[in-house]
Each structure stands twice: as C-alpha cells, then as structure tokens.
C-alpha cells in the first residue's frame, strides 16, 4: 500500500477544488495539499483548436478522454470526470442568485432558509467572479446590487443580441447580457476572447475553465495533484468521529492500494460523487453513510427546471454571430408576496430554428445545389430568438441519490442512481407556473410581431445540486453553511451538493461562492505559519 | 510502389478492415471526375464551377480524415456514450459505381429517393453520397455566408471588435 500525508486531503478535482486549493494556498501559504481527483488531466490548451475543428466538423468530442466508462451515475446529468470536471466544457455563465434564494422560507413560506444572508453571500459572489475573471453589466434592479463592479467590462452585444434586446424590451422586460467568465480583455494570464462561437471548447483560454488553476498552482509547487485516482472510501477513526483515512486505487495502477491521510478532509466531488462517497463509506457506526445521523445524505437533490420556447421575430438575425452569448432578465426574479409563487429567470439566444438548409420542400420535393440555397434564403428572411427559463423549483425530501446495487463499477462499488422528485407544493403551482410562461412567451413574441413556433418543456433538472444540504439543525440538514459535517469535525464538504434549493439561474458562480467561503473556515483550522 | 499502387494493393487484400481503412484512405480512387459532376449539380452555382471542385475536394479530404470509432460528445442532460462507425467511405464507392449517369438533378432526387434520404444529416453518415456532400457544404460556414450574403464566419475565431455591427457583406453581393 501506498501512503500519502498531507494537511488538507481533497476529494475531487473540479471548479470547487481548484478554487478551494488556490485559496487556502493564499491563506495559508504552506499548508501541503493533495488534490485527488479520478479523471484525467487534460492540460493541452496548445490541441484545443484542433479538438474543437474535429467536434464541429465530424461532432467527435471535444474533451477527448474526459470521461470513466465504468463510472457513471443513473440519472445524472454528464458523464465529465476529469481534473476540471464539469466546469472545463461550462458555457461560463455567471449569473448570480439573490435574496430570495436564500430566505424562501421567511419570505414565501417555502423549502427552507439556507443558514447564512444574502449580504455575506454577495461578498463571496464578488471574490468568485474575481478569481473566475468574470464579465458583466450590472442588473437595473436595485434588488441585485453590488458591492463591487464587475472585474472586466461586459461583452459587446452582437449585432444580432443588439436587435433581440431592442424586439424583446418592446414587450417592457428589460434584458441586458448575461456575465460570463469570459475575458473580454486579457485577465489573469489567459487570452482576450476571440469570438470563436465555440465557448465549451474554448480554444483560446478566454473562458475560464479549472485546469488553468491547476496548472497555475502546480507550476508554483504549492499543491499536489493525484489524477486518475478513484476515491472509494473514508476511514474513521476506531473511537472519534474523525476521518482518518481516504482510501483510493489508481486506475493505471489497479493492483496497487492508495491510503491519504490527513487532519482535515474535503468532499469537492460536486453534487453526484460527494454524496456518493459518504454512502459508500457506511460503517459500523455509522451504517447509513458517513455525516449521515440526519438520514439526509443523498436527500433533496435539487435543480432547477426549464422551459423553452423558439419565436419568430421581425429582426435581421445573421446565424452564427456569438451563439453562445445571451440576454437574461432578472425581471420575475422577484415574486410578489402577495401573490402565488412564481420565480424563474428569463434567457434569450440568436438560433436558426426553422431556418437550417433543408433536403425536401414541405412537399417532399428533392431540393438540390441552387433550389435548396433560394428555399434556404426565402426562409431565412426574418430572424428566431431562442427563449428559456429556469424555473425556481423545490426537491422533496425523497428526491434522491442512493447506491444502485445493480451497477456497480469495476471494483464492486455501486454506483450512484438519481431519481428527482419535487416538493408537494412545487408540483402543486406547475400548471399554474407554465401558463405563468406561457404567457411571457406570448407577451414577447407579440411585442414585436412575432410568433411562436415551437415550445418544449425541459426533461431534467439543469445545474442540480444538493444531497448534503447546508442548515444550522444537524437533524435536518448535513453540513453548515461552511460545509463542515455536522458528524465529523474534520470532514468538509463543499460546493454544489451544499445547496439546499437550486435556484432559477446557472448555479456555478454560487457554488464557488459558498466554496470559498469555506475555505475561510477550512484555513481556520490550521494556525498562520 | 508509389502511395496509390501501396493503397490499391491494400484495398485488394481479401481483410474487410484493410480494405475500408485502404478504401478510406485513396477516396474517391476513380471516382473523381463523377463526384465532381455530382458536386456541380448539388451545390449551387453561385460557387462556379472552380468553386464546387474546391468544395468536392474539401470533402473528400474530410472522408479521408475521417476517425471510425472516435468518440462523440457524451451529451448534457440525457448522456450516452457513443463513437464514430464505420467509415463511410465504401459504401460512397459502391454509391459512386451504381448510379446513373450522365449525372442530372434528376438521377441524383432518383439515387436520394432510392436510399430513402430523408433530410441533410449532420455529419455525414453513408446513406448516399450526394446527401452527405451537400450536408458537408450546407452545414458549414461558408454556405451560412453565402445565404445570408454576408460574412459571419460562423465557425471562425473573429475577435469582439464591430460584433455590434452586421457582418459584411459578402463581396460582390448586395446584404
């Protein structure tokens, strides 16, 4: 067996750990740290112009061995295990939450406060889109006010963005462009961007992604990284609630046992693995899990659900500009108190829908060489704007991650099995929550001469999180709102899997938030050197 | 023995991967000259007809480049792991061999119909020859452009400055 000491042992190598790392290396400069994660690293910025043609050309993909095929989760919702995780192919979407987020229960009735304010929150946010480098516009609301200005300018409107806000606020929601940690400037030693149209194979380094960090502290030798080394249990002391062990196997070297060992452990295994991991640690003292006396360990996974809508809009809309930049508005972000609970955001995208290059005429005809370029142009007249909304939706307690006994990876482990389930009064308001919708559909779309020509509704809940729920009452949640295990003192958890609710937007500035956050706690448990 | 010789001998082998990797590998072999009467009929005009030979030979470059086996994106939401089949190279050269000529929009409408091609695929996936040069050209950038006459450049690296603005339009083409 192999033995590894450090001060801080991190499970899992993701947004939450890289930022984790980089901040308790600046708070404690010297703390040794070992970061184990069960990818790969993929650290070839220099192939990722060619990774990206082969993806747009031939639809390979992008993130060439991002992934284990024996490690997968029923359920969930990628199959991205790599040093990086899920955040190495994110859109960049930086959208913040807000009060009511965090107070649904005082203010709504509903779920449950999370056990820390908004304001303290806020600050958090601020140092997440710093180290992320993220630019924005602020919001027109005075309810998402700042502390602090975005650290680099907003990303200019296209062309195309610029006639769908002007078509979208006829109907008098105001949009403006979503943050994104995308450098519209050079920032932290990566590129401006570029327009490469292609952001979950950014080419370039100007979107952030978690492998920069890593290879930033790696270079200044203040962390260790063991990839490609699967976590499969935490040890605890004989007689103390105390982690003392992770025990690992390295997939390359399969024979070989890994023992980490550690005064203070972190669970930074997003919200699929974390919980997974303390399940799957079961022991005689603790035989539902570990950090699991609650029984809420796998409970209450969130996400939030979304419905989308294609309109047709009176606009020049030339496809292709900057796809993967959008308008949002905070507009239903608020819901008023005195009326029934309807809370979601609100995204707009340039889209071709209903203008692609098509084969057959709507007779079935052979369209062929200038027949199918002048059906392409008379269809390409008037433009399409993409909607969506997240809808702020609530996980009943049964809404689940559990160890399927029927899958298990090639060391006989279970694998996890996610089954969403929403809260009573979450499916109580749907029908009322969709012609909510359906409605600001057809209020945009009238606005400004538009139709709608196709409406889906979402089959999974996007950016879920969860399963080890932050509270202040060890019996009702698993961690506190620093992610410290109410079972163990030396066992944190952080990130994603925290999150009581999940909220009506993109939830990874927010899961980095309350990740650094922790860190500030994490660092207090060693003294300054 | 020269490349082609090498490769000809190699298709020739009576071993089924050696022969798809060999017929990958020298495509379109003979076929050049049809597949280039082919493109002249399915690709528009506008292009002239240096500019369809231009596209027709980009896309036998793409077949050639072609990975069986490679994987694919594992998806977002609802994954699946999955990889690129077979190259499709074979059957364009049966395709190639069987179908009528002199090649007209007529024989071509006849050889999609026969194959039961439905609409552009994606990416290109062997069920005719014709309906996959037409998905390369037509699902690209430079097709996008020539709709729209103008110069988005879709999937080129372009930089921020004038996004604001429309793209140019395409030379010698009014917007």
């Known amino acids: ?529 | 023995m020269t490349r082609r010789n090498l490769l000809q001998w190699l298709a020739a082998l009576p071993i089924p991967a050696l022969q798809v990797w060999a017929q990958t590998a020298m495509f379109p072999g003979e076929h050049g000259p049809l597949l280039s009467e082919i493109g002249a009929v399915v690709l528009p005009r506008e292009l002239g007809r240096a500019g369809t030979d231009r596209v027709v030979e980009q896309f036998e470059r793409h077949v050639r480049e072609y990975r069986p086996g490679a994987d694919t994106d594992h998806g977002y939401g609802v994954t699946r792991l999955r990889v690129k089949p077979a190259s499709p190279a074979p059957a364009y050269l049966r395709q190639l061999a069987s179908i009528k000529t002199p090649i007209s929009a007529e024989t071509i409408a006849a050889a999609l119909d026969a194959a039961g091609v439905k609409e552009l695929p994606r990416f290109a996936e062997g069920k005719h020859v014709a309906a996959d040069l037409m998905a390369f050209y037509f699902h690209g950038s430079e097709a996008n452009d020539l709709c729209y006459r103008a110069a988005i450049g879709r999937d080129q690296c372009r930089g921020l400055e004038g996004s604001d603005h429309p793209p140019a339009s395409l030379k010698g083409m009014s917007g």
Request: charged share 25%; aromatic share 8%; proline share 5%.
């Open chain 1, 1 to 529: 067996m192999t033995r590894h000491q450090s001060d801080v042992c991190v499970v899992g190598g993701g947004i939450s750990a890289a930022l984790l790392a980089q901040k308790l290396t600046e708070l404690r400069p010297g703390l040794s740290i070992v970061v184990i994660e069960a990818g790969r690293r993929l650290f070839d910025l220099e192939n990722r112009m060619e990774y990206r043609r082969r993806s747009t050309e031939y639809g390979e993909n992008a993130w060439p061995g991002d992934y284990i095929p024996d490690q997968a989760a029923q359920g969930g919702i990628s199959r991205t295990m790599a040093v990086g995780g899920q955040a190495l192919h994110w859109g960049g979407t930086c959208n913040r939450f807000s009060e009511e987020d965090t107070r649904l229960k005082s203010m709504f009735g509903l779920a449950m406060d999370w056990p820390l304010e908004w304001n303290e929150l806020e600050r958090y946010c601020c140092e997440a889109e710093r180290r992320l480098g993220v630019s924005g516009e602020p919001s027109p609301f005075a309810e998402d006010r700042r502390s602090e200005p975005y650290p680099m300018k907003e990303m200019v409107l296209s062309h195309n963005l610029l006639e769908l806000q002007r078509w979208a606020n006829q109907s008098g929601i105001p949009f403006q462009g979503i943050p994104q940690a995308k450098n519209t400037e050079p920032y932290d030693g990566r590129a401006q961007c570029i327009r490469c149209n292609t952001c979950l194979i950014c080419p370039t380094g100007a979107r952030y992604s978690p492998d920069f960090t890593f290879q930033q502290l790696l270079a200044a030798k203040k962390i260790q990284l063991h990839d490609q080394t699967l976590v499969r249990r935490l040890v605890m002391h004989d007689t103390k609630n105390i982690i003392v062990a992770a025990q690992a196997v390295n997939r390359q070297k399969p024979d070989e046992s890994i023992e980490y060992r550690a005064p203070v452990f972190v669970l930074a295994s997003g919200y699929t693995w974390s919980p997974h991991l303390l399940l799957l640690s079961r022991n005689a003292r603790f035989p539902d899990g570990l950090a699991n006396r609650s029984g809420l360990v796998g409970r209450y996974m969130a996400g939030h659900a979304f419905i989308s809508a294609f309109i047709e809009v009176d606009a020049k809309i030339y496809p292709g500009m900057n796809e993967t930049h959008s308008l949002i508005s905070r507009q239903f972000f608020r819901s008023p108190q005195d009326k029934p609970f309807v809370r979601h955001d609100l995204r707009v995208w340039e889209s071709n829908y209903g203008r692609e290059p098509r084969l057959r005429d709507a007779t079935g005809k052979v369209l062929l060489g200038d027949d199918l370029l002048a059906d392409w142009r008379r269809r390409a007249q008037r433009g399409t704007a993409r909607v969506r909304a997240y809808m702020d939706v609530h996980p009943d307690r049964d809404s689940s991650l559990t160890l399927d006994e029927s899958a298990k990876n090639k060391w006989g482990d279970p694998l996890p099995k996610i089954e969403h389930r929403l809260a009573a009064d979450t499916l109580a308001r749907q029908s009322r929550v969709r012609e909510h919708m359906l409605g600001v559909f057809q209020r945009l779309a009238k606005a400004g001469d538009g139709k709608i020509l196709n409406i889906s509704d979402g089959d999974y809940l996007d950016h879920p999180a969860g399963g080890c729920r932050m509270g202040a009452e060890p019996s009702t949640s698993v961690c506190d709102s620093y992610g410290h295990t109410h079972d163990h003192e030396n066992l944190f958890v952080v990130g994603a899997p925290t999150l009581p609710t999940a909220g009506c937007t993109n939830g990874t500035l927010t899961f980095v938030a309350l990740t650094l956050r922790s860190a500030s706690r994490i660092a207090g448990q060693f003294p300054r050197s």
